[in-house]
């Protein structure tokens, strides 16, 4: 049995072998390639405990802590000093099989490196283009995988466990490294127990996942691109959602949050709203029309308030005396601002007028997006879109030659996609160690990119939720006022961040999945989702602090949904955004006995036991 005299020992050996082993490098606590491994979405002290970071470049016999993209808030980091954390970055392989349709992806990539490199494969002459199951551009693959996978198309292709076909995994047990498909005779239980078991059974270096066949362009509104509804239209963002969960077709996502950052000592309140279309362009469809959110502006302040509130700017002086049509029209004859008021020929009401400043249409109401003039994306766009209600309150990125360009989160960012922020963010080695003392800058390194992002000192934070079937509106209501409360604490408890998002999955989810088909219970029939809340603040004094009230928060939510028939007892638990006190039991509910005879037998020693996370216990009697 493994144990902390073995560990000690291993980290002793970790100290002579750096530099010795070509296949093995090992950075110490202060080197700059150190401080760039290390680096997570939600720090949390993890330089507190990672002594070495070892970075194999082959498949070789460790075992330790392991960081692929570094977005999961990892509990149970024990004792200080003594972690050790394998990187895998130097796995970063993508190979697409056109005749499989199959993806072979290396634990080390980032899904923005897969999305970029299936678009070289779409062609002129075909209407479709390969396409997988993924998470963000900056997520890494392996825990996103290895966790479950909520995607953009989940509604049409299941989580991203679903879509694996096949692991390559160095197993604990000494027995070297090894294919696990459903056809690998003798192991299908092992097969099973990878989707969505974490790391409990070895280390993950390949995954291949399956590609589907998907529309060369998705298809989003040009008024729900990214936009930030100010927080007084969210009564109306909850009856749009409502209705749009009510008519959801299996091609369509929408995702909306409650958001609140602080900047600059005061509290900013939005809603960032995003809708996505990912079938066939020429397929006509109806989605609720997003100018309801505008069915309470019927006075021209309302108006101008909104466009004081938004993002997007409704020019409200402009419409100070205007008060029909021909009073628009004339007002643009007479002023030195063309209106062009033949756009407005159709326009009969304010609430038109702020849909044409919206969508760019021509006054037509029609909820089909063809009729709205819709923009077209890549899946790789889609993404990076998606990803934008994510970034921090400001970014920097750091260009070759060590300019700096400041983008500030209210305005510039949005502009920009995160590939291009990416593309220019990667310098030389040169510059990165004239930088490793600015506290202010988090750099992300996984695979071969590296981005810089300006946060305050000893930023802290996490990711949470709570499983749900559905969303009424008095449980949307519910998420609102939440986040909310939580946003009273910012300024005194030094708040950065507090969202509460709502993210409706369709009920044919997952289609053609069984409960024994994975470590993570799912099933067809019988979907579910998580209602995310993320929550950042600086400073480890304030830890246990936004702890306790993050927990409160959720079970407030939780009570909420039970009353209204949206969440159960049992369902599951979402790995890779739960927080750390979640028992490992309630994640995989009526699976984790079995789960707990399979570690005994795919690793009897209890290797992977020493890891940091959700581990399920090998021992008898254990939690």
């Known amino acids: 049995m493994a144990n902390q005299d073995d560990l000690d ?10 530099g010795v082993e070509d296949t093995i490098e090992v950075y110490a606590r202060g080197t700059p390639k150190y401080e760039s491994a290390v680096v997570h979405r939600f720090p949390n002290g993890i330089r507190e405990v990672t002594r070495f970071v070892v970075e194999p470049g082959s498949e070789i016999g460790l075992c330790g802590l392991l960081k692929s993209g570094g ?11 003594k972690g050790i954390l394998i990187s895998l970055q130097r796995f970063n392989h993508i190979a697409y099989d056109k005749e499989k349709k199959t993806l072979d992806v290396g634990a080390g990539v980032i899904w923005k490196d897969v999305y970029e490199y299936l678009e070289t494969f779409v062609s002129d002459s075909s209407d479709h283009a390969p396409g997988v199951v993924g998470g963000d551009p900056l997520v890494g693959v392996s825990g996103w995988l290895l966790g479950g996978g909520y995607s953009l198309l989940t509604n049409r292709f299941g989580l991203g466990i679903d879509n694996v076909i096949r692991f390559r995994i160095l197993l604990p047990d000494g027995k070297g490294v090894c294919n696990i498909s459903s056809d690998t005779k003798g192991h299908l239980d092992l097969f099973k127990a990878l989707k969505g078991g974490g790391h409990n059974f070895g280390i993950i270096t390949q995954f291949t996942l399956r590609v589907h066949d998907r529309a060369k362009r998705l298809i989003q509104t040009d008024y729900t691109l990214s936009k930030k509804y100010p927080i007084v239209r969210s009564g109306a963002v909850k009856d749009w959602l409502v209705t749009f969960i009510d008519k959801m077709p299996p091609e369509a996502t929408a995702v909306a949050a409650f958001r609140h950052d602080l900047r600059d000592g005061k509290v900013e309140s939005y809603i960032p709203f995003c809708v996505w279309w990912t079938g066939d362009s020429s397929h006509q469809f109806q989605i609720p029309d997003v100018s309801d959110l505008f069915r309470n502006v019927t006075e021209k302040k309302d108006l101008a308030q909104f466009s004081a509130q938004s993002s997007i700017s409704l020019a409200p002086d402009l419409f100070r005396d205007v008060t029909e049509k021909r009073d628009l029209a004339q007002f643009s004859a007479q002023s030195s601002i063309s209106l062009a008021p033949d756009l407005f020929r159709d326009v009969t009401e304010k609430r038109d007028l702020a849909q044409f400043f919206f969508s760019g249409s021509d006054g037509v109401k029609s909820s089909s997006l063809q009729s709205q003039s819709p923009r077209s994306m890549s899946l790789a766009e889609a993404y990076e879109a998606f990803s934008l209600r994510n970034l921090p309150v400001s970014l920097e990125t750091l260009q070759s030659d060590s300019h700096f360009v400041h983008l500030n989160a209210s305005s510039e960012i949005k502009k920009k996609s995160i590939g291009a922020l990416l593309q220019s963010s990667v310098f030389a080695e040169d510059v990165f160690i004239a930088l490793t003392n600015r506290n202010s800058l988090t750099v992300f390194t996984a695979g071969n990119k590296k981005v810089v992002m300006e946060s305050p000192p000893d930023l ?3 990711m949470a939720c709570i499983m749900v079937t559905t969303y009424t509106g008095t449980l949307i209501n519910a998420a609102k006022e939440q986040a909310e409360n939580l946003s009273l604490l910012m300024e005194e408890k030094k708040g950065i961040r507090v969202s509460y998002e709502i993210w409706p999955f369709h009920k044919n989810a997952f289609n053609g999945v069984k409960q024994e088909d994975s470590a993570w219970p799912h099933e067809e029939g019988k979907v579910f989702g998580p209602l995310v809340g993320w929550f950042e603040w600086s400073g480890k004094d304030n830890d246990k602090y936004w702890l306790e009230q ?32 979640t028992s490992v039991k309630d994640i995989y509910r009526d699976h984790y006995e079995e789960l707990k005879l399979l570690r005994r037998v795919y690793d009897p020693n209890d290797v992977m036991g020493l890891a940091a996370g959700f581990v399920i216990d090998a021992k008898r009697g254990g939690n």
């Not at 977005?71 to 000093?81: D, E, Q, Y």
Request: charged share 25%.
């Open 550 to 581: 993050i927990s409160n928060s959720l079970r407030v939510l939780h009570q909420v949904a039970l009353k209204e028939n949206c969440t159960t007892e049992d369902l599951p638990m979402y790995l890779n955004i739960t927080l750390e006190d």
């Open 9 to 18: 020992e291993f980290i002793n050996d970790l100290g002579r072998i750096g």
């Open 71 to 81: 977005h999961i808030s990892i509990p149970k980091i024990n004792p200080p000093n």
């Open 460 to 462: 802290r934070g996490r």
